[in-house]
């Protein structure tokens, strides 16, 4: 079959090959005929060495498709049923499973260490265990979670990470208040699937943060009240907060340094939410005489925070009932060339539909 295929850590160019042959196969697993798959900006941090990842790979985490075949042991899926690639799968039972917090389950990431597919020159890893860049993918049952007839492959991918991750900071992690004011740094899907979030909750005023125009444009329409460039964020909190600060920040960029420019927008009092994946060698830097003196909230939000399977079921019943634009979100991209490239021609494949979502 064809996949997507990074080399080395640190490429900037993907390769298309037909010699790849999905492996794993066998009790407790599924393989999956993948029909959408969006571009998460995490696939992109594992490629450059952010994110740690083994190479060579098959990155792509945001998936959706068919049942093709079912290992001994699986119930509750059949050859034919249409699924998302949910990348970080609970196993139900660890300490995490039973409080409640199977956004924090480990078991997906030990299985991330194991090969997915092979080439005659060798094994090749899937990013995050999983690798939606291929026609056919095998994952743990686990990770191939059951949609609706009425929703779209291409929008069931989006909601296997992206839409779920930002959605749940705002719901789940921060629980934004009506009536409070938001900031979001960042402004790709995630961000603005965060502002959707907001939104959705009541947040009054919703101001996004980026330095890409067309980001911008984009987050007026999916419900933010202003948008401004980095270097309008300073006059967009004096105007909107009167210079105390927002009621919730949401940094997802994934650096130090748009984290401590969130931390010192966030008003006293009020929720630093941290959304991004940034590298382990980053490091953000608060004194502890302001932590103590001006009690902000710093809350990390993992995966969205929260029960995932219930996250998806949330996102789907927003999107039914017109509260968040996912259609929207598909044609919200930034264009990496080198990668559009790679994925254009695996456009071209019968099996595999392909949206970009960063």
């Given at each position: 079959m064809r996949a997507a295929v990074l080399?080395?850590?640190?490429q900037d160019k993907l390769e298309v090959l037909d010699d790849v042959e999905a492996v794993g196969f066998g009790p407790g697993k599924v393989r999956l005929r993948i029909r959408a798959t969006g571009l998460c900006h995490s696939d992109v941090s594992a490629m450059n060495g952010v994110l740690p990842q083994p190479a060579p790979f098959v990155p792509g985490h945001e998936g959706a498709g068919e049942v093709v075949d079912v290992g001994d042991g699986v119930t509750h899926l059949k050859p034919g049923d249409r699924v998302l690639v949910c990348w970080l799968p609970a196993c139900?039972?660890?300490p995490a499973c039973r409080r409640g917090q199977s956004h924090l389950c480990l078991s997906g990431f030990l299985n991330a260490g194991t090969p997915n597919f092979k080439r005659p020159g060798g094994d090749v890893f899937g990013f995050a265990g999983t690798g939606t860049f291929a026609e056919e993918v095998v994952v743990a049952a686990g990770a191939a979670v059951p949609i609706p007839?009425?929703?779209p492959f291409d929008i069931a991918a989006l909601i296997g990470c992206g839409v779920t991750t930002g959605l749940g900071a705002?719901?789940?992690?921060a629980k934004v208040a009506a009536g409070s004011s938001v900031a979001v740094i960042g402004c790709g899907g995630v961000g603005i699937s965060?502002?959707?979030?907001?939104?959705a909750s009541g947040a009054a005023q919703i101001t996004a943060v980026d330095p890409v125009a067309a980001r911008r444009e984009a987050a007026l329409r999916f419900g933010a009240t202003e948008a401004v460039a980095p270097d309008g964020l300073a006059d967009a909190k004096?105007?909107?907060?009167?210079g105390e600060g927002f009621d919730y920040v949401f940094e997802v960029v994934g650096k130090s340094a748009t984290a401590r420019t969130a931390y010192e927008n966030t008003r006293r009092g009020g929720t630093l939410c941290v959304v991004g994946a940034g590298a382990m060698d980053d490091f953000l830097q608060v004194s502890m005489f302001e932590l103590f003196f001006d009690e902000k909230r710093i809350l990390p939000s993992m995966y969205g925070g929260g029960d995932v399977a219930r996250s998806y079921e949330r996102a789907i019943a927003l999107w039914r009932a017109g509260r968040i634009d996912l259609a929207g979100l598909i044609t919200h991209r930034?264009?990496?060339a080198e990668i559009n490239d790679a994925l254009d021609q695996m456009r071209t494949g019968e099996a595999l539909r392909t949206c970009i979502e960063i």
């Open positions: 080399h080395e850590i640190g139900g039972s660890c007839d009425d929703v705002a719901l789940n992690t965060a502002i959707q979030g907001a939104r004096a105007r909107t907060t009167g930034v264009q990496l």
